[in-house]
């Protein structure tokens, strides 16, 4: 997962920002009037009012600060969920990413990985555990290699598996992939994939398919519009959720989907 670094002067411009909402929001429309209506003495006077206020009540600054993100946070989300609807069909029934947990189930958690992504690891037993422990959730997973060469073999080599017939084998490499402590290269990968049962000399050759390339480049496009920049991230109904997130949010969301629909 991508985490950006603090920034004080985005900080600083968001309370500059936050005082002058603050502002609007103590002389409403007496503001307005001010440039027009009232002498420059009764502005100044006003100005000074306004600021003596703010230097008292420093909190007000804040308050603005948090009204105003709340109502950022929530156009973002609901331009994102109007974007979702748009792509939905390709996000979940792409015909190339692979299908886990109930092929039928009636919430589909779509998950965009890389196999040498640490929150990737990390968040891989929660996942598995929500598809055992809810037999109705529906996985589509996203190869997403962002992280480097040995990522993207590792996500060709996982899209390859897919073409020897074996779903099974498929869902062995991939954990056997998240659960790799070690180095990820080629030689690593192919030694993972002959321990799931994949006939790794086909492997190779399939892996090379253009069509994998073309595949990945969709997934490419579709992180794009989504503004995905980092792993994992996941798409539960019209919500995106970027980064490590535990067990029981994922089961939340679910529920929450669930209750969304109906």
């Known amino acids: 997962m991508i985490r950006r670094p603090y920034r004080p002067l985005a900080a600083f411009g968001l309370l500059a920002l936050g005082a002058a909402t603050a502002l609007t929001a103590l002389t409403g429309s007496a503001a307005a009037q001010t440039a027009t209506d009232i002498s420059v003495g009764t502005r100044d006077a006003l100005r000074a009012e306004i600021r003596s206020y703010l230097l008292d009540n420093p909190e007000v600054i804040m308050e603005a600060i948090q009204v105003l993100e709340q109502r950022r946070t929530a156009a973002a989300a609901e331009a994102e969920a109007g974007l979702v609807a748009v792509i939905a069909d390709e996000l979940r029934n792409d015909g190339y990413s692979y299908v886990a947990g109930n092929p039928d189930g009636d919430v589909t958690v779509v998950e965009f990985l890389d196999y040498n992504c640490g929150y990737c690891k990390k968040a891989h037993e929660d996942v598995k555990t929500l598809l055992r422990m809810d037999p109705n959730v529906r996985l589509v997973i996203k190869e997403f290699p962002i992280l480097g060469p040995s990522s993207r073999i590792a996500a060709e080599m996982a899209m390859a598996a897919m073409m ?99």
């Open 164 to 262: 020897q017939d074996n779903g099974d084998a498929y869902l062995e490499f991939n954990d056997l992939l998240l659960t790799n402590r070690g180095t990820l290269d080629e030689a690593a990968i192919l030694r993972l994939a002959q321990r799931a049962g994949l006939d790794t000399v086909r492997l190779r050759s399939d892996a090379a398919d253009p069509a994998i390339a073309a595949n990945i480049a969709r997934t490419y496009e579709l992180a794009k519009k989504l503004r995905i920049e980092g792993t994992p991230t996941f798409v539960i109904g019209d919500k995106v959720v970027r980064g490590f997130v535990p067990l029981q949010q994922l089961q939340s969301d679910v529920a929450a989907e669930r209750a969304e629909k109906g």
